[in-house]
């Protein structure tokens, strides 16, 4: 079974970066959006950005500007470049990769952010 595994979690102070990657176990074909979710705790799970295979993005308001998310449909590779970030950014972040006959979800990677 094809799994996503996603790297670049970790503490960091506010105003730092990390960049999130996720990566397919096993090539997945037919992938037409990428994406990054995140989860806090106590809230529910909500879309961080979107790339779709032509190459447009979408971002949730509260990332915009700071956050980019970039990627490769066809190696089933994506990234998420994430700048200035802020403690309300600190939650369970989660790759995911669709097909239209199936949705891919990551085990998360941890992001905190606190002096």
């Known amino acids: 079974q094809v799994q996503l595994v996603e790297s670049g979690g970790g503490l960091v102070q506010p105003g730092g970066y990390l960049k999130l990657s996720c990566a397919a176990s096993a090539n997945i074909v037919g992938v037409y959006v990428m994406g990054w979710y995140r989860q806090a705790p106590g809230k529910e799970r909500e879309l961080v950005a979107l790339?779709?295979?032509?190459?447009?993005?979408y971002y949730t308001d509260s990332v915009k500007g700071r956050f980019t998310i970039s990627g490769d449909h066809a190696k089933n590779t994506v990234y998420l470049q994430m700048n200035s970030l802020k403690p309300e950014d600190t939650a369970v972040y989660y790759c995911?990769?669709?097909?239209?006959?199936?949705?891919?979800w990551g085990q998360g990677t941890q992001v905190t952010v606190s002096s």
């Open positions: 790339i779709r295979r032509s190459g447009s993005t």
């Open positions: 995911n990769q669709k097909t239209i006959q199936s949705n891919y």
